[in-house]
């Protein structure tokens, strides 16, 4: 399985800016699908999944502010941020889980600055 984010940028507080990870390979073996983040100076964090079925999870700290959602068709996961803030600043990772093993992509800079 490999993943192919996209999307990142600089934004400015209290912007938006949707992420998308396209997967290829053995697409047809994936379950969960998530974003992590990593800020500079700590651990990679997770922000949100969703399973091949729809159902969602997400950190406290971004619920009510992240959607995640997937297009099964298309093999792809996206994750739409609203009211950026620049604790929000990070690299952002896709991650693909297929027969229990974690797939990563190159993370995408997301960058909350005026």
């Known amino acids: 399985v490999q993943l192919q984010a996209s999307g990142g940028g600089l934004v400015q507080p209290g912007g938006s800016l949707r992420l998308s990870c396209a997967a290829s390979?053995?697409?047809?073996?994936?379950?969960?699908m998530g974003w992590y983040r990593q800020a500079p100076g700590k651990q990679r964090e997770l922000v949100a999944i969703?399973?091949?079925?729809?159902?969602?999870n997400y950190a406290d700290s971004v619920k009510g502010q992240f959607t995640i959602s997937r297009d099964n068709a298309k093999n792809t996961v996206y994750l739409q941020m609203s009211s950026l803030k620049p604790e929000d600043t990070a690299v952002y990772y896709c991650?693909?889980?297929?027969w229990g093993v974690g797939y990563w992509g190159k993370g995408t800079q997301v960058t909350v600055s005026s």
């Open positions: 969703i399973t091949r079925g729809g159902r969602t």
């Open positions: 390979g053995s697409t047809f073996s994936i379950n969960d």
């Open positions: 991650n693909a889980e297929s």
